[in-house]
Each structure stands twice: as C-alpha cells, then as structure tokens.
C-alpha cells in the first residue's frame, strides 16, 4: 500500500478492477431507477389538476397582456391617423377624449375632457381622423358638450367634391346614424357614392372636411324635392380622441367675458370712426376751394 501510495504500482490493477465491477454498480441502481420510472409514470390526478389549474391561470394572464398589447397598438393607429389628419387643416387644433354620453334618448351629445379653461367656446368645431363629428353646444370650466351632425337639430353646410353642389346635411329624425340632404332639387347632379364635404359656409367648419358619403337618393316627381340620405364618415359612436379646431385668433376671445371684449373693440372702433371723419373732412375741404387759394381756404 505505501509503494503504491508512492510509486502507483497498482494503478493498472485498479483500472481493471473497475471493469469487472461495472455491471455490480448497474445491477444495484435498478431499484433506484425504476423508482424514478414509476414516479413519473404514475403521476396522481391531484398533482396534474393542480398543475392544469397552474397552466390555465398563466394561460388567462398571457391573454389579458395579449389583449392589452392590441388595445395600445389599435390605439396608437387612431393617434397616427388622428395626427396625419391634422396636416390639412388651416388653424391650431386642440387634442381632447370623449369621457361619456348624452343619457337622453332624443339629443346625441357627447362630453369631451375639454372646457373654458383650455380656450374652448360655443359652436367650434370637433373632428375626428375621418371626418366631421359636430360643434360645441355648451362649455363647462373643465369639460364642454358637443353636437353630433347626426342629431335631428344640427344643419352642416356641406357640397358635393366631385362637382361642388352645395346642400344642408341634417340629421336624420328617421335613422339615428344617418343624414339627410334638404332642399335639393331633383336637377342637382348628386349620386350615390359621392362624398360630401364641408364647404365652409358659416366659417364654423374648416373647409374641405369630409364629412358623408351619400348611400341613397330618390327623385319623386310629385316632390319638389329630393329625398337623399348620407352616412357620416366620422366614428360617432366608437372614438375616443378627437381634436378641437380653432380657426382665428377672434374664435378664441369668445371665451372672454362681454366686458373684456367691449374694452378690446371700443378703443379700436373709435379709432377708425375718427380716422374716417377725418378723411371725409379733409377730402370735402378739397373739393370746395382750389388749391392755388390754400390760405383763403384755411381762413
């Protein structure tokens, strides 16, 4: 052992040995592997209950982040499109969300998160990616009600693009979710599938605006006129984010008080009254006396 210990003489010994051993080690670890074998062939039903409960819970957290993740992505379209659309539009805009809905069956309103304080006043317009939606019928410190052009009391300047034909779209008292041309001639050269835009009559909507596709028209030759009806290009009643369009510095201090702008606009009117009375004066002073007799003129 101490020659071996030192010298290794028994090493080739040992190697040997070790073949021949090889099948006892094998032959004693049966009983141990086949524990295992069985353990994971005869698996209890609680243990797989509880392990499908496991994997059903992981399986609705991946889907409600699944869902999450399309919620933000379709969302983040809507702004893309909503700030492309503001590209063509003369004047600032103001972003805002719709927060809730009109309860009366009979007004289509909605509530946007928009109100005085940011500037927002009676009758300004409100769009969306697609097209027009209404304007502001009443204005709170921090939110503001706005009329959808569907509602039976909202009249939108609009014309035909593709040849100009100028009409009123009011809201349909038949169709909630339609508009309906008045007093159109049955010679007005309008068809279905033609877009309607704003026309910008009234300055109130921005010019050029689409605002419905005409779905039906019917000529009655008993009527005077006309009986069309369009479907809005605006998601009335799925957006969420819409813009506030602001159109002159003069739209924007309708907010102020009446006496803020009586002070603004008297300074200014009496200005011009002088200025033209002075001109007057002057222009009939040189048509009474020639100009060779200033002094004459002057005395």
């Known amino acids: 052992m ?55 819970a992981d399986l609705l ?41 009109s309860p009366d069956p009979y007004s289509k309103r909605v509530l946007i998160n928009k109100g005085a304080r940011e500037g927002v006043f009676v009758g300004q317009a409100l769009l969306d990616a697609n097209g027009l939606m209404g304007q502001v019928d009443e204005v709170l410190p921090f939110t503001s009600w706005v009329l959808l052009i569907t509602d039976s009391h909202h009249v939108t300047p609009v014309e035909v693009n593709r040849n100009g ?18 007093f159109v001639t049955q010679t007005q050269d309008m068809k279905a599938g033609d877009r309607l835009v704003s026309s910008g009559m009234g300055q109130v909507y921005p010019k ?31 957006t969420r984010h819409v813009m506030l369009v602001f159109n ?28 033209i009375l002075e001109s007057v004066e002057e222009s009939t002073t040189a048509d009474q006396n020639p100009p060779a007799a200033p002094e004459a003129a002057v005395q």
């Open 248 to 275: 002159s510095e003069e739209a924007q201090t309708s907010v102020r008080g009446a006496g803020d702008i009586v002070e603004l606009e008297l300074p200014g009117a009496e200005v011009g009254e002088a200025a």
């Open 165 to 182: 034909e100028r009409a009123l779209a009011r809201g349909s008292r038949t169709t909630a979710t339609e508009l309906e041309l008045e």
């Open 61 to 101: 957290i991946a889907q409600r982040e699944l869902q999450l993740l399309e919620s933000l992505a379709s969302e983040n379209n809507r702004l893309l499109a909503l700030n492309q659309a503001t590209r063509g539009i003369n004047g600032d805009v103001l972003a805002a969300e719709i927060i809730n809905i």
């Open 2 to 56: 101490v020659a071996d210990a030192r010298f290794g003489y028994l090493e080739r010994i040992r190697y040997g040995l070790g073949y021949a051993t090889s099948p006892v080690y094998w032959v004693a670890d049966i009983p141990t592997r086949v524990s295992f074998w069985i353990d994971d062939v005869f698996v209890s039903r609680t243990d797989l209950l509880e392990e499908n409960d496991d994997l059903r």
């Open 208 to 238: 050029n605006y689409p605002v419905a596709e005409i779905v039906s028209v019917f000529a009655d030759p008993g009527q005077d006129f006309a009986t069309i009806k369009a479907r809005p290009l605006a998601q009335l009643d799925s």
